[in-house]
């Protein structure tokens, strides 16, 4: 609405309930093929919550090696072919860091920052955006569980998303 002129197109591959393995398996098709300006990608907190919410169904857990290893992938096989790309970490709507599930998302996220920094990719850092919203209300506000935002969720996750780009809301 703030770039009409743009003729933007904003395609959402995301599916519920994946991973970073099952994003590795259909990049190629969902996202490659569409052949993108800008992507923009927000994967992890699937790879940490099957480890508490399944923690017997190891063969679904995606530990922090692998997560690494299918976001290099992603972002190798996906920078030499578009304008810009941003990554963002996974976020847990949750201001405890010492919440176990807080502390590993945590670490996936500092993945994401370091994969960004060392490919020369953004990075917006959604937690931070998170955390600072959760200093003004309760998780309830913006998630039912922690980890699925509502809309209200969903605006500050956008609003990182746009900073990080340097999205200039005042254009005239």
Request: charged content about 25%.
């Amino acid at each position: 609405s703030v770039y009409p002129d743009y003729n933007i197109r904003v395609v959402n591959m995301g599916v519920s309930g994946n991973t970073s393995r099952d994003l590795r398996n259909r990049w190629q098709c969902d996202v490659i093929d569409l052949k993108p300006d800008w992507v923009s990608v927000m994967i992890g907190l699937n790879d940490v919550w099957r480890q508490f919410d399944s923690p017997l169904v190891k063969e679904s857990h995606v530990y922090p090696e692998e997560y690494k290893e299918a976001l290099e992938e992603i972002i190798t096989g996906t920078k030499p072919n578009v304008k810009g790309m941003v990554l963002m970490p996974p976020v847990f709507w949750e201001l405890n860091k010492d919440d176990p599930m807080a502390a590993m998302t945590m670490q996936y996220g500092s993945i994401c920052r370091e994969l960004a920094a060392e490919h020369d990719i953004i990075f917006a850092d959604a937690q931070a955006y998170a955390d600072r919203m959760l200093q003004h209300c309760h998780p309830a506000y913006v998630t039912w569980d922690r980890v699925h935002p509502n809309i209200p969720g969903h605006n500050v996750l956008a609003h990182a998303l746009l900073d990080a780009i340097d999205f200039d809301f005042n254009r005239k």
